[in-house]
């Protein structure tokens, strides 16, 4: 009997854990397999070394592409960062309605990055979204068409992320606020601490575990932006808001550069591990 209950847990994540292996794990080492073949409509496994890296790292789209994610998020994070503990810090004095501000601002967080997407193309859209609305009630000279700019339309796709993922950090964040011992922030104003001064050097720095998590999540969604991309601009116009995803997408599946396409995934999984790695290190190593 004792060894049927040491067996059964392990019994019971059998199958999840090998679907798991066989269809992340091993799916990893087949992309990397093809990223270093001849692969092109098909998948073939003549052996090429980094020719199709070579290929990758010479085309301009794809550095359009890394610009792209650099520009996506370093602003998609540190807006949402800002905005979350701004937000937090707002709810965090005991507000009147509390529990209603805080589904608002979650509420962004429960649609998938498609619909976000779709919902400000059209809001962003010069002829049927905001410019025209603006310039219907008046304001005839107004203009907003960053969308169909090639230079300011990832502008456009920072804005819809930052909307979606603001109330999630703020959920984050005031979730760590509400975790700090109440005494200190209490010692401090009876030492005569302003409260902007209490937050600014006690209570955010006491938050770090908090920070650094939200960084990782919000990190790694940036690096996979692909349907919010697809559903805003399509990595449009031309291919001026390209992100590494949408050109993997374009090139394995419309271009037939298979071998390019896994290419590219494994420099973004690169990417991934190199943010994800040493997270996981500093929060398993065992402390002396």
């Not at 794809?62 to 810090?89: C, P, T």
């Not at 005569?192 to 720095?205: D, E, T």
């Amino acid at each position: 009997m004792n060894k049927l209950e040491q067996l059964l847990p392990k019994l019971v994540l059998a199958p999840a854990f090998l679907l798991g292996l066989a269809f992340i794990y091993g799916f990893m080492v087949w992309n990397g397999v093809l990223s270093v073949s001849a692969s092109r409509m098909l998948p073939n496994y003549e052996f090429v070394g980094l020719a199709q890296y070579e290929r990758l790292f010479a085309m301009d789209r794809w550095w359009v592409a890394m610009k792209n994610l650099a520009i996506f998020g370093f602003l998609y994070v540190g807006v949402s960062m800002a905005l979350g503990v701004f937000l937090a810090i707002l709810l965090d004095q005991k507000v009147r309605g509390e529990g209603f501000i805080r589904t608002i601002y979650l509420y962004p967080m429960a649609l998938s990055f498609v619909v976000t997407g779709t919902a400000w193309k059209w809001i962003l859209n010069p002829s049927d979204g905001l410019q025209k609305l603006v310039q219907d009630m008046g304001w005839t000279t107004f203009t907003f068409d960053w969308l169909v700019q090639s230079d300011m339309a990832i502008y456009c796709v920072v804005i819809a992320g930052v909307w979606q993922s603001a109330g999630f950090t703020m959920a984050l964040f005031l979730a760590g606020l509400r975790g700090i011992d109440d005494s200190i922030i209490k010692a401090a104003q009876i030492d005569g601490a302003s409260l902007p001064r209490i937050y600014w050097r006690i209570v955010l720095p006491a938050m770090r575990p908090v920070f650094f998590s939200t960084l990782m999540v919000l990190a790694h969604l940036s690096i996979k932006s692909f349907d919010l991309v697809m559903a805003l601009t399509a990595g449009g116009p031309g291919y001026a808001t390209d992100v590494p995803a949408t050109f993997m997408y374009a090139m394995s599946f419309s271009r037939g550069q298979i071998g390019l396409g896994a290419a590219s995934a494994t420099i973004m999984l690169a990417t991934v591990a190199a943010i994800v790695v040493p997270y996981l290190y500093s929060e398993l190593r065992k402390k002396p």
